[in-house]
């Protein structure tokens, strides 16, 4: 009797917590609704309003409404992030291995109890399904729930008597301040590559999310604060180029990790080193798919409208291209019909299958793109004719940035982070290839001769 007591006290306790401070309003502390609101940088365990004149008119991609203004980060308050992740380095780096774990340990239980807002919050902000945004974030705390192992990953090696009376024994330790730079299309997973593994070595961190959706990485700093995680262990700023520059050039900051687009990770992989820095840079990627005529072709042809289209394209793993050998080619018929019973509609309505691409300018490019196919001779399978509705009765019209799913035929040159496919017979393939082969060729020749 005194146990159901306990259990309705308990209960009744967090009806009324529940009704101050929801759990599922957390976001709440970084950005309301409407265009006043603004995104906070987190600087030394605490949330910041900016200073800066410089802000960034967040949009939600399915309605063109303002969510939030992120902030372009001032020099003094990225020097202030920096400086707290120098000076929190001093005690974190002696924090014993055990304690680190348990901190990991906490953290990844408070993100599996929240991921639908995760989820929600990505959704807002960068557009994609709110299953693909669940995706986002569980593979992301995959690599969170790997950290958790960092007891084993952490062993150094021995090996006695390498010559008299000479043993050698290896330590690794953390190497101080790390920095990350992240991009639009996986606003939790990617965060969660970086900053947990740095941490749990023992390093601090100042992460710079994408400037187009940083709400799901503010709230990963408040449960990373509620887990444990110190203050000055884990920073956040804000910005554009000017963050990115800061990042390669900080004396403070010992590595960095990105993930992006070519051009972006040439010039931060280039100006970081420059600095002496230890830079990862994990760059575009363009993907094709051969089928053989012996595939399963329910399975393959369920793949190649997952690949072309989840995400709505927007994703480096993206297949744009794929080559159909012998009979296989007969099955395109059935990959266009898979294709139109896609649903393209804002991501938190239910059935959606495709969301809006992120930007306007997102939107422009891949207008761009369909156009240059068509200029190449391309023939174009338009399969979704209307768009659906989205929430509060809105038509999806020029206001948001939703684009129908595309398949192009015999399309000599692919196109990447669009939603699209370009199916083409082997036959296509060759002449492709065939000149391409002879364009190395004669490269090959010319710059021997020129020797």
């Given at each position: 009797r005194e146990l159901h007591i306990v259990f309705d006290m308990f209960r009744l306790l967090r009806s009324v917590?529940?009704?101050?401070?929801?759990?599922?309003?957390?976001?709440?502390?970084?950005?309301?609704?409407?265009?006043?609101?603004?995104?906070?940088?987190?600087?030394?365990?605490?949330?910041?309003?900016?200073?800066?004149?410089?802000?960034?008119?967040?949009?939600?991609?399915?309605?063109?409404?303002?969510?939030?203004?992120?902030?372009?980060?001032?020099?003094?308050?990225?020097?202030?992030?920096?400086?707290?992740?120098?000076?929190?380095?001093k005690s974190w780096r002696d924090t014993s291995v055990l304690?680190?774990?348990?901190?990991?340990?906490?953290?990844?239980?408070?993100?599996?109890?929240?991921?639908?807002?995760?989820?929600?919050?990505?959704?807002?902000?960068?557009?994609?399904?709110?299953?693909?945004?669940?995706?986002?974030?569980?593979?992301?705390?995959q690599v969170v729930e790997h950290a958790c192992s960092v007891t084993s990953l952490q062993l150094g090696e021995t090996l006695p008597s390498i010559s008299k009376d000479m043993d050698t024994m290896s330590y690794r330790i953390p190497l101080g301040v790390c920095a990350g730079i992240t991009p639009f299309n996986f606003p939790a997973m990617i965060p969660l590559w970086m900053f947990p593994l740095a941490l749990v070595c023992g390093n601090t961190f100042v992460l710079k999310p994408s400037e187009r959706d940083p709400g799901a990485a503010m709230i990963l700093c408040e449960m990373a604060k509620e887990a444990g995680v110190p203050d000055g262990v884990l920073n956040v700023i804000h910005g554009a180029k000017e963050a990115v520059n800061f990042i390669c050039d900080a004396p403070d900051i010992r590595a960095i990790s990105f993930v992006g687009s070519n051009t972006a990770g040439e010039y931060i992989y280039d100006r970081g080193s420059r600095n002496g820095k230890r830079v990862q840079a994990n760059m575009g990627a363009k993907n094709h798919g051969v089928v053989m005529p012996d595939a399963n072709k329910e399975h393959t042809l369920n793949q190649l409208v997952g690949a072309a289209f989840g995400a709505a394209g927007q994703r480096c793993m993206a297949l744009s291209t794929a080559v159909f050998v012998g009979e296989s080619k007969d099955w395109m018929p059935d990959l266009i019909e898979r294709a139109k019973k896609l649903k393209v509609n804002a991501g938190d309505q239910p059935g959606a299958d495709l969301g809006p691409l992120i930007t306007a300018e997102a939107k422009q490019r891949v207008?761009?793109?369909?156009?240059?196919?068509?200029?190449?001779?391309?023939?174009?399978?338009?399969?979704?004719?209307?768009?659906?509705?989205?929430?509060?009765?809105?038509?999806?019209?020029?206001?948001?940035?939703?684009?129908?799913?595309?398949?192009?035929?015999?399309?000599?040159?692919?196109?990447?982070?669009?939603?699209?496919c370009c199916p083409m017979s082997s036959q296509t393939c060759v002449v492709t290839l065939r000149r391409s082969l002879v364009l190395c060729l004669l490269h090959w020749l010319l710059t021997h001769w020129m020797r």
């Open positions: 917590c529940g009704s101050l401070w929801p759990r599922s309003g957390i976001s709440v502390r970084f950005y309301g609704a409407g265009s006043g609101a603004t995104t906070k940088l987190f600087i030394d365990g605490d949330f910041v309003e900016s200073t800066t004149s410089e802000w960034i008119d967040l949009h939600n991609p399915a309605t063109n409404e303002v969510v939030t203004r992120v902030p372009c980060s001032t020099e003094d308050e990225m020097e202030a992030a920096a400086s707290a992740a120098r000076n929190a380095f304690t680190r774990q348990q901190i990991m340990f906490k953290l990844q239980n408070l993100i599996r109890s929240n991921m639908g807002e995760l989820a929600r919050s990505i959704t807002l902000e960068q557009g994609k399904t709110l299953p693909d945004a669940e995706g986002d974030v569980l593979r992301g705390l207008h761009d793109l369909v156009q240059s196919g068509v200029d190449q001779g391309a023939k174009v399978m338009q399969i979704i004719q209307a768009f659906l509705s989205c929430q509060l009765g809105l038509l999806l019209t020029s206001s948001s940035w939703m684009v129908e799913t595309l398949l192009f035929l015999d399309l000599r040159r692919a196109t990447l982070l669009v939603p699209q």
